[in-house]
């Protein structure tokens, strides 16, 4: 991990005389020249070993530079002469602006990152937030021009904010939204490897290291070993769904019967009866629980889940296996999971009306073609720029993504749909390939705002205001709330009252 920037000392004399020629080329009244030069010589007369003021508290240097006016010599020997902590760069006040002083030594760098904040849609006054007051600021910290800045400068100004004492929590939360648009335009500049992310924290676990956590060493070998095997035939998320349940069951065990060691020490009455009577009122797991149970969809997951790691052992023949089956299908609890109503044509009408008038681009682009195609929103989500294929007199049909399923299937696309896609496409502008959630290949995404791809929450956002501005309501008279899905159902819907078989929706969905 890099650190910040050393430079080779000097002398007070030859500091001055440097500091005087910059001076000399700024475009200010003579009387400012005066003033900063005469600020410079008077902090200098007090602090003449600049290392050994830098080592001083935040406080006292925040007080030594006030009390003589002595900012802009700072900022200045900040920019290649002198390394100063992030602590003092983030303190420094809005009127002394760095960027004018590193666009003097690296010209063309400010001019360079403005281009880039206009080619990804930001504001004018969050691109000058962003290149006029953070990215001087990481570059000068690292003591590099804009394009040596990497992935490891970025890393370390970010845990060197982590560590910082005096910073405040709305200073330290300010710093870090700027430094995440900062890495946003360095990676549409190619000068990382990978994409910021907004929140750093610990890596997922993968299965096996799910497994690891298990408690008792025998079976904690076992579940390793499962999770490795399963691996090679399931997908990561499956396999991590069984894993999390055994450790349900085996967290529950240690607490219940310390005595069991083993898998093949489980009896039905002894340990699994009780477990099951024990689950539907078992606490939530995890940060978000707040003290909630879990509800009959995560039993029914678990139990399922529970069940298929016993029959797997069993059937690959694992000494380890239980001598008898542990949990038939009768255990499997019984989960209500009503069908999403599609839509009445009245109903669908005035929403799609009111989607069409929504401000919001992605919400009303989203909403629309999912309508018009019946897709998962992930699969929109994912949408490529290469997802439309011209069959020539059979029109334009849209190549939906692997989505849940693993599969990918062609759509049909009507002319007002196409017309949205192609509009959406066309102001996307210039955005930097991003990893593709399911591979990591770089892919040039449909939906892209300003380097980064939109979240569904907007879609579901959307949505609501949708049938809100439509007047739509339950029985009773509150507003009637619509999900993603139902538009889905509403779309197969629409295909069978318009005569398509049903083995064809099928295959079409």
Known sequence: MSTPATFAPASVEDILAAYAEHVGGLAVRSESRLVRLRSARRFLGHHPDLEAWLAQPTRARLRDLHNDSAWPFVIWAASGRLAVDVELLLAKPGGVDLAVVWERLHPGEVTRAEAVCRELGWSANWARQVTHFNLPVVCAWAGKALAEVGDEDLASFRAAIERSAYLSEPARFRAHTRLFTTAQLCYQLGLLRQPPRRRVGEAARTPAELAGLVLQPAIRREVVRYAETAGTTLRPSSVASRVRAVRVFTDWLAAEHPEVARLDQLKRAEHIDPFL????????????????????????????????????????????????????????????????????????????????????????????????????????????????????????????????????????????????????????????????PRDGRLADFVFMERGRRPTKWRLAKGLDRAAGEAGLTKPDGTPLHLTIHQLRHTYGTSMINAGMSLPALMALI
């Not at 939530?284 to 797997?312: I, K, Q, S």
């Not at 008898?324 to 019984?334: E, F, G, N, V």
Request: glycine content about 8%; overall charge positive.
């Open 277 to 436: 009577a024990w689950a539907p009122h078992r606490p939530w797991r995890g940060a978000n629980g707040r003290g909630r149970r879990v509800g009959p969809t995560m039993l029914y997951h678990d139990v399922v889940a529970l069940r298929a790691f016993f029959e797997d052992i069993a059937e690959w023949g694992w000494a380890s296996s239980p001598p008898r089956r542990l949990l038939s299908l009768s255990d499997i609890p019984r989960v209500p999971e009503p069908v999403p109503r599609a839509l009445p044509p009245g109903t669908d009408a005035a929403l799609m009306a009111a989607v069409e008038r929504l401000d919001d681009n992605f919400a009303r682009t989203g909403l629309m073609i999912l309508r018009a195609t019946g897709m998962r929103v992930g699969e929109l989500t994912d949408l490529e720029l290469d997802c439309l294929v011209d069959f020539g007199a059979h029109g334009t049909w849209l190549r939906a993504p692997l989505g849940k399923l693993g599969t990918e299937r062609t759509v049909p696309l009507d002319a007002p749909t196409l017309k949205v896609l192609d509009e959406r496409i066309a102001s996307r502008g210039h955005q930097r390939f991003l990893p593709h």
